[in-house]
Each structure stands twice: as C-alpha cells, then as structure tokens.
C-alpha cells in the first residue's frame, strides 16, 4: 500500500519563477494538508483540503501562494513568482477522512524547494 | 512563546540508554502526535494519543491533559534512533491542523 507521494523531491527555481508542488494521498485518504518547514525552524501549517475544497488555508502566505486538491489527480501546491525566502522543505500529510475527529496524519517525504 | 515547547533542544546518548524527550502546551488540545524526523527529512508517525499512555516496541508515550504535558520514552536506546523527534498538537476538538514543537534533535552514539 503506496504511502503519501511527493514530487518533485528536489526543486530548483531563479527567483521570479513559478514553483509547483505535487502530492498524492495514501489510497483511501481524502483529506490533504501542506506544512512548510523553513532553514531550522519548526513545521508550520500553511492549508487543509479535501477534494475539490480549501477547509483552512490560515496558514497561506496572502499573496503568491494557492492550493488545489481536484476531483482527479493530485493536490497542487503553486508558488508565483518565487523569492529566495521560500527555499523551505514542503511536506505534505494525508488521512483519512472522518469528519469531527482528530485522525492521524501520514506524512509524505517532502519537497525541498530551493530558489537562487 | 511557543504554544508548544519541547525539551531538551538537542539530546546525545549512549547506546542503551534510557531516553526522555517532553512536550508541553499552553493550548487546550484533543489529540497529541509524536512524529520522528530522519535525517534524510522524512517524517514518520510515531503515536497519536489523547489520554493515557501507548507503546510500541521501545517507544512509549504518555499524556496527562490536565498538566498539559506529554512524554516520549525510549528504552535501550540505539544509534538508528538518532532523529529530530516533533511533538504535535491538535488545538482542538475536530481541528485538524497540527500546531508542532520544535523538535528534538537526539544523537545516540554507539
């Protein structure tokens, strides 16, 4: 059973570029969740889909930042216009699914976004 | 102040020893996870608990909500334990983003 999936594992990006990250649930999960964690800081909550829906995006940057999760095919993490600032690690975390519980969350390997 | 507090920062051991990594939160809270980070970044789920205590194999965690407070235990510790280790909280009941410590980062020398 396939866990969560991320891609790219390694991303690269000049400043000004456009910057787009991939996660597949676990089989099973409908529920996603994109966390950031910065050059020695801690993991920090950025936004929590289900399909085709934003439940919480109070962690998002106001600007630049958007993210998906359609009926088809993987959730999307997109950053515009990159800055050097948003070389961070990207880690993506799915469940299940079952509303009104706290359920626990498989993380995916991450994405260490890098922008020069 | 961070609602979620991890202590110590950095921890180095020798081998088969016993290990104590707290967290502790400001927050009220349903749901506490601990999460072990490899060196190579991934994140691997190690507990979700809400109230008493779990195992498994060596790892233990315990919770008490009304001190805020929860542990993870190692017993005879290895070097392939060696990892950052991240409390997480859930900040209430049916919320599900995490709010996350700092980590612990743990060295076990052979």
């Known amino acids: 059973n396939a866990g969560v999936m991320q891609n790219p594992r390694h991303l690269v990006r000049r400043r000004g570029q456009e910057a787009r990250l991939r996660c597949s649930p676990m089989?099973?999960?409908?529920?996603v969740y994109w966390y950031r964690q910065l050059p020695e800081e801690g993991l920090k909550f950025m936004v929590y889909?289900?399909?085709?829906?934003?439940?919480?995006e109070s962690g998002m940057p106001k600007e630049r930042f958007s993210a998906e999760f359609p009926k088809e095919g993987p959730s999307i993490l997109r950053i515009q216009q990159v800055v050097r600032g948003d070389s961070a690690a990207y880690f993506c975390?799915?469940?299940?699914?079952?509303?009104?519980?706290?359920?626990?969350?498989?993380f995916g390997p991450g994405t260490r976004l890098l922008v020069l | 102040k961070n609602e979620v507090e991890q202590s110590p920062q950095n921890l180095t051991a020798q081998e088969g020893e016993f290990i104590t990594i707290n967290c502790s939160y400001s927050?009220?809270?349903?749901?506490l996870h601990w999460l072990q980070q490899h060196p190579g970044g991934g994140i691997v789920s190690l507990f979700m608990?809400?109230?008493g205590k779990k195992k498994h194999g060596r790892l233990i965690a315990t919770i008490n909500i009304q001190e805020k407070h929860s542990s993870l235990h190692i017993t005879a510790s290895h070097p392939r334990d060696s990892a950052v280790y991240i409390c997480?909280?859930?900040?209430?009941?049916?919320?599900?983003?995490?709010?996350f410590g700092q980590g612990t980062r743990l060295t076990i020398n052979p």
């Open positions: 089989k099973g999960h409908s529920h």
């Open positions: 927050v009220g809270i349903s749901a």
């Open positions: 997480a909280v859930f900040p209430r009941k049916g919320a599900q983003k995490l709010v």
């Open positions: 608990l809400s109230s």
């Open positions: 975390a799915s469940s299940l699914g079952q509303r009104g519980t706290e359920e626990t969350q498989y």
């Open positions: 889909l289900q399909k085709e829906n934003i439940i919480d």
